[in-house]
């Protein structure tokens, strides 16, 4: 099994990672919907005071800080691939798909997003392709404006007229008309050409399209879902995530027994500071950091008094 940990900066320099709740869809209804890490964990809660236990002892003291209001702990952890990350917080509502959020490389979320979106990009394609060939309104420019507006200045006229047919609500009596118009346009095409909506997948990830990319993403964290259920031990008793396990295999972290935030509890601003020095002296690696600020500090029977 591998070995993960604590994500720190320098295991992936320079890469930003986007959280995803990966959910995915077996049927046009809402409750076709499913989400990634209960459906991996097969459970929908996770125990607050066990989860956040068993991350202490098992990692350490978490690698960031956290929102002060809503989160006790978190941490980030590595995984088999390096785009992807996961992170825990434990949730007083003990909600696993609320304490338990993949991360994913700025990369790796493009590629499911063309995945899923491939079906409807290819439709609109086609619709593009359609509109030419019809009389061209005097409202056309407006919509083509409305694209431009939207952000989304390639191919405005097919993108502003289907902003403009999908827009609800009371509208001005001349933009109204082109609405209506604009749904006569987009109605009569999907006669012969329905919009294909949700792209939907298979209802378990090992069933998911050979060429999803999703699928390698569930493999992934499903390694990581396993390694979670080992246990570390409390004393005589073995735990897991999620509380009590049968046997022990690993051991607990080296930090175990430190009181290392007892200097934040005396100065929680100073030690951020002095956490962001050490990190700066490393140039972001924590023990070349450490290393050098003792080195600055000097030897221990060295180091002055307080006066």
């Known amino acids: 099994m591998p070995k993960f940990h604590i994500s720190q ?11 995803d709740d990966l959910d995915w869809y077996t049927g046009p209804d809402l409750s076709d919907r499913k989400e990634m890490m209960p459906a991996l964990f097969g459970r929908s809660d996770l125990p607050y005071g066990a989860a956040t236990a068993y991350l202490l002892r098992r990692f350490g ?14 941490w980030t952890l590595t995984t088999p691939d390096p785009e992807i990350r996961l992170r825990i917080t434990p949730y007083v509502g003990d909600e696993l798909s609320i304490a338990i959020r993949p991360l994913l490389s700025v990369g790796r979320k493009r590629s499911l997003d063309l995945w ?9 394609d086609r619709f593009e392709t359609h509109l030419p060939g019809l009389p061209r309104r005097p409202w056309f420019s407006e919509v083509e404006g409305i694209s431009a507006r939207f952000g989304l200045p390639d191919r405005p006229l097919m993108r502003g007229l289907l902003i403009l047919s999908e ?3 009371e509208l001005p009596p001349e933009i109204d008309a082109a609405r209506r118009e604009a749904r006569l346009i987009r109605s009569g095409y999907e006669e012969t050409d329905p ?16 060429d999803d990319p999703l699928r390698a993403v569930a493999s992934t964290l499903a390694v990581m879902v396993r390694d979670l259920m080992r246990g570390v031990r409390v004393r005589d008793q073995a735990i ?3 509380g009590p396990a049968e046997e022990a295999e690993l051991s607990e972290h080296p930090v175990s027994g430190y009181p290392s935030g007892a200097l934040g509890n005396a100065s929680p601003k100073g030690m951020a500071d002095l956490h962001a020095r050490i990190l700066r002296l490393g140039a972001g690696d924590p023990e070349l950091g450490i290393s050098r600020a003792l080195d600055l500090l000097g030897p221990a029977d060295q180091t002055p008094e307080p006066s």
């Not at 900066?9 to 959280?19: N, V």
């Open 9 to 19: 900066a320098r295991d992936t320099p320079g890469e930003r990672f986007l959280p």
């Open 61 to 74: 003291y978490p690698e960031r800080g956290w929102d002060p209001y809503k989160e006790l702990i978190s």
């Open 195 to 210: 919009f294909p909506g949700l792209r939907l997948r298979a209802d378990r990830p090992e069933e998911f399209d050979p």
């Open 240 to 242: 897991n995530l999620f």
């Open 116 to 124: 899923e979106g491939a079906l409807r990009a290819a439709w609109e």
């Open 167 to 169: 827009r609800r609500g």
